[in-house]
């Protein structure tokens, strides 16, 4: 089995920053992405950013130059840097990693369970 933990969500007025992390733990060999979701209410959930292993990233393509993703693959952590927020940054935010956790096994899923940050002065 494989946990993810998510931490550093909250209340921020617009234009203020967030940092959020995620730690990975239980049975790894390997992960391939690691990332952020997110989800409002009302409205499904969406990609906000990934990385790869080798450090390759993704964003959604409204957050780019607001937010930034960051990896540690030595402690399974993925980091998400989150400036100039706005209201319509308000959803749980989802931890997401991509695990093999047994040599030549298949590579799954696994999700956090979600912290929430609400933009809102």
């Known amino acids: 089995q494989v946990q993810l933990v998510e931490s550093g969500g909250g209340l921020v007025q617009p234009g203020g920053s967030l940092r959020l992390s995620c730690v990975a733990s239980?049975?790894?060999?390997?992960?391939?992405?690691m990332g952020w979701f997110r989800q409002a209410p009302g409205k499904e959930r969406e990609l906000v950013a990934q990385?790869?292993?080798?450090?390759?990233?993704n964003y959604a393509d409204s957050l780019k130059g607001r937010f930034t993703i960051s990896r540690d693959n030595a402690k399974n952590t993925v980091d998400l840097q989150m400036n100039s927020l706005k209201p319509e940054d308000t959803a749980v935010y989802y931890c997401?990693?991509?695990?093999?956790?047994?040599?030549?096994?298949?590579?799954?899923?696994?999700w956090g369970q979600g912290t929430q940050v609400t933009v809102s002065s």
């Open positions: 990385v790869t292993s080798r450090g390759s990233t």
């Open positions: 997401n990693a991509a695990v093999t956790s047994r040599w030549y096994g298949p590579i799954q899923d696994y």
């Open positions: 239980g049975s790894i060999v390997s992960i391939n992405s």
